[in-house]
């Protein structure tokens, strides 16, 4: 496992625990956005980690068209989650320094997941 795979999978899971804490706050989260925002936001970073984690031990080799998938699929879920936290913020359920923590959180990864993919891609 490279270094920087870890570290874009450790990123992964700080992210899926911080979205599961700030979501499952009711003071924060209202119950009316249970199943309509916060299922959607909780689904979303937990999947991230589990296509970044499967691409991970997917053999590059072997499975080389797999692997770019699971990735694809890691970076497409970020941009949903960062549409779902801007529409947080502009329903005022959250703060927009919430917001912006929170984004950077998910752009991170999903930048650190580009850059694997385009050098899987060259390999």
């Known amino acids: 496992m490279a270094e920087t795979d870890l570290k874009v999978i450790l990123k992964a899971k700080e992210l899926a625990e ?4 700030i979501t499952s706050n009711c003071n924060r989260y209202p119950k009316k956005y249970r199943f309509s925002l916060v299922d959607k ?5 937990l999947k991230i980690y589990k ?3 499967g691409a991970n031990r997917t053999d590059l080799k072997l499975y080389r068209r797999e692997r770019l998938e ?4 890691a970076i497409t879920h970020c ?4 549409f779902y ?3 947080s913020m502009k329903l005022n359920i959250i703060n927009i320094k919430s917001m912006e ?3 950077k959180m998910v752009s991170d990864i999903k930048h650190m997941a ?9 390999r």
């Open 41 to 45: 936001m909780q689904n979303k970073s």
């Open 114 to 122: 580009i850059a694997w993919r385009t050098k899987d891609r060259g």
């Open 79 to 82: 941009d949903e989650l960062l």
């Open 85 to 87: 936290i801007e529409l």
């Open 101 to 103: 923590y929170w984004s």
């Open 70 to 73: 699971l990735q694809t699929k």
């Open 51 to 53: 296509y970044l984690y």
């Open 18 to 21: 911080h979205t599961l804490r």
